[in-house]
């Protein structure tokens, strides 16, 4: 039976240091999950845009952000969203917003980049966060990973054993390219600025093809796939503190990634599921339980 295996890419196949500014509030928020800050309230959209960190760093921090998308043309993406918010709502504000400046996403990508610069393989993707019941942007954020360290040869052995291997991510497809060719990720399987109803499509897409699809995932933006997939892995490998939602939509929950290649192979003893491997209290793991549980 062949089997593919789609996989998100920020805290799933990279570990990923998110910054966020606060724009209402003026605040910083390190280490943020940036999907969970997103679907934590009806209306917000997280927006990737597309536009280089250094311009960006080079352009005047004085001015307002949607000043200098508006001048500068600046494309944008939909990662994901809560409720609806449509394409035409989203430029709107990006567009008019009064109270977000350039250097509010400045500092945000100063922030990742003396966390990342000395690292080999970085990922960086910036965006705002904005809320359509508001009309403003809320947040400016900035996201910069490398891949987990056995990430490579977790992809390197699924080949090896015949398995398809995908990336489906609300990031950038140009960043998520660089990214592939380190892991050995074909081109034409990669599918960035991915919503979570295109990647549950993906999914869907992929099981005409193949006779097993799996998806591997770490957020709430995953769930859509996770319930399209014949198996539905959640990665706890950088943040264990998950919503219920989320763990109640995983068949598998695993705390590093070289762990699909055991599930892959059928290899399921040691691998608990859903809400049995979510976080105690302060946020501390709770030890896997040598349980095993399929929904289906």
Not at 12 to 25: K, P
Not at 69 to 86: Q, R
Request: glycine share 8%; charged share 25%; proline share 2%.
């Amino acid at each position: 039976m062949k089997t593919a295996v789609v996989f998100d890419s920020a805290g799933t196949l990279l570990h990923t240091y998110r910054t966020a500014r606060d724009v209402i509030n003026d605040r910083m928020i390190p280490e943020i999950e940036t999907t969970t800050l997103t679907c934590s309230v009806k209306g917000r959209a997280l927006i990737i845009l597309y536009a280089g960190s250094q311009d960006i760093i080079n352009a005047d921090g004085d001015r307002l952000l949607s000043d200098y998308i508006t001048e500068n043309n600046i494309e944008f993406g939909l990662a994901c969203s809560s409720g609806v918010v449509t394409k035409d709502e989203i430029s709107k504000i990006l567009h008019t917003d009064t109270r977000a400046k350039v250097s509010d996403l400045q500092i945000c990508i100063r922030n990742v980049w003396n966390f990342c610069k000395s690292l080999q393989v970085v990922a960086m993707n910036s965006g705002v966060i904005v809320n359509k019941n508001t009309g403003a942007i809320e947040f400016t954020i900035t996201s910069g990973g490398k891949p987990f360290s056995n990430a490579k040869d977790t992809i390197q052995k699924l080949h090896g054993m015949g398995i398809a291997t995908y990336i489906a991510s609300g990031d950038r497809t140009d960043k998520l390219l660089k990214m592939a060719d380190y892991l050995g990720i074909p081109h034409e399987n990669v599918h960035g600025i991915s919503t979570p109803p295109v990647k549950a499509q993906i999914v869907r897409d992929l099981k005409s093809e193949y006779g097993r699809v799996i998806m591997v995932g770490d957020g709430v933006n995953d769930i859509a796939a996770m319930k399209e997939a014949d198996l539905a892995i959640l990665s706890e490998q950088q943040f264990c503190r998950k919503p219920k939602m989320l763990t109640d939509a995983a068949d598998i929950i695993i705390r590093d990634v070289i762990e699909v290649i055991d599930i892959v192979s059928g290899d399921l003893s040691g691998y608990s599921s859903r809400d049995q491997n979510s976080c105690a209290d302060g946020g501390k793991c709770r030890e896997k339980s040598r349980e095993t549980d399929s929904k289906r």
